[in-house]
Nanobody, 121 residues
Framework: QVRLVESGGGLVQEGGSLRLSCAASGSFYSIDTMGWYRQAPGMQRELVCSMPRVGNSYCADSLKGRFTISADNAKDTVHLQMNSLSPEDTADYYC???????????????WGHGARVTVSS
């Protein structure tokens, strides 16, 4: 079972930057994908960025150029660097991980508890 611990949320002024981190721990064979979703008040949860263990990372088109995801596979950790933040980026950011118990396992999604990001104007 995968456990996720998020860190790095907080309050930042418009135009500022924040870096979120998410560390996975627990008992699992492997994690094949980690990433971030976000949910603004009154809005649906949306994909921000994802990082497969093998292959290229992905960030939503609207966020490319401002948001970047990186990973430390040895530590099962992903980081989300957010630059040029605007009040529209205010949301709860949820880390997720698809953990495998065996190599043939399609995986099980696990969610973090969320990191609140507030951007003031």
């Amino acid at each position: 079972q995968v456990r996720l611990v998020e860190s790095g949320g907080g309050l930042v002024q418009e135009g500022g930057s924040l870096r979120l981190s998410c560390a996975a721990s627990g008992s699992f064979y492997s994690i094949d994908t980690m990433g971030w979703y976000r949910q603004a008040p009154g809005m649906q949860r949306e994909l921000v960025c994802s990082m497969p263990r093998v292959g290229n990372s992905y960030c939503a088109d609207s966020l490319k150029g401002r948001f970047t995801i990186s990973a430390d596979n040895a530590k099962d950790t992903v980081h989300l660097q957010m630059n040029s933040l605007s009040p529209e980026d205010t949301a709860d950011y949820y880390c997720y991980a698809n953990g495998l118990t065996h190599y043939w396992d399609p995986g099980t999604m696990t969610w973090g508890h969320g990191a609140r990001v507030t951007v003031s104007s």
